[in-house]
Structures are given as structure tokens and as C-alpha cells.
């Protein structure tokens, strides 16, 4: 059974930064597609940031240059590095993994994450 688990979250000031983990189990494919996405209240659930097996990566408009994806394969984790933090980036954010090559996706439980202006 696939399971993620996500941490960092918490209160922040704006300006500051944040470091959001994601770590799976029940799966060792480094070819798994691994993002992050984010809900804030009353909006829909976005995508923020996606990297493949190769390493390339993909980010909303809204946090490139700010925020930044990882992945170590040796510890089935994604990271998130999130920087310059605005108080437009408070929601749950949420661990995805796309499973290759069975095209099955799963969900972490969320994080959420505050910034105070």
C-alpha cells in the first residue's frame, strides 16, 4: 500500500521560508512523476510544482523563482523549498505521486502552511 507523509508545514512571516517534505513508502520506482499541489479555501486545488524520473521540473507561474522542487530516489522523497513567501501562498499543500508504470496516483493528508503579512 502506497502511503505519503508530508511535514514543514507551519506559520510564517512574509518574506520568510519553509521546507515541505514528502516521503513514500509502499512504492521504490524512481520513475515516479512527483509534484506538489496546494488548496486554498474556497479555490480549487492548483498545481505548484512537478518533477519527472529525468529531473525536469515544472512550477506555477505564481512561484517560479521562489519556490523549488526535489527528489531524492534513495529516500523515496520529494522536497519543496519554498522562499519569499507571500501571504496569497497560504493553503494546504499536498503530496502527489503519479505511480509509473501502473498510472495509479496517490495523495499525501496536506500540510498547511501560513504566512502572515
Known amino acids: 500500500q502506497v502511503q505519503l507523509v508530508e511535514s514543514g508545514g507551519g506559520l510564517v512571516q512574509a518574506g520568510g521560508s519553509l521546507r515541505l517534505s514528502c516521503a513514500a513508502s509502499g512504492t521504490r520506482s524512481s520513475f515516479n512523476v512527483m509534484s506538489w499541489y496546494r488548496q486554498a479555501p474556497g479555490k480549487q486545488r492548483e498545481l505548484v510544482a512537478a518533477?519527472?524520473?529525468?529531473?525536469?521540473?515544472n512550477y506555477a507561474d505564481s512561484v517560479k523563482g521562489r519556490f523549488t522542487i526535489s527528489r531524492d530516489n534513495a529516500k523515496n522523497s520529494v522536497y519543496l523549498q519554498m522562499n519569499s513567501l507571500k501571504p496569497e501562498d497560504t493553503a494546504v499543500y499536498y503530496c502527489?505521486?503519479?505511480?509509473?508504470?501502473?498510472?495509479?496516483?496517490?495523495w499525501g493528508q496536506g500540510t498547511q502552511v501560513t504566512v502572515s503579512s
Open positions: 518533477m519527472n524520473s529525468g529531473g525536469t521540473t
Open positions: 502527489k505521486l503519479f505511480q509509473v508504470p501502473s498510472a495509479n496516483t496517490y
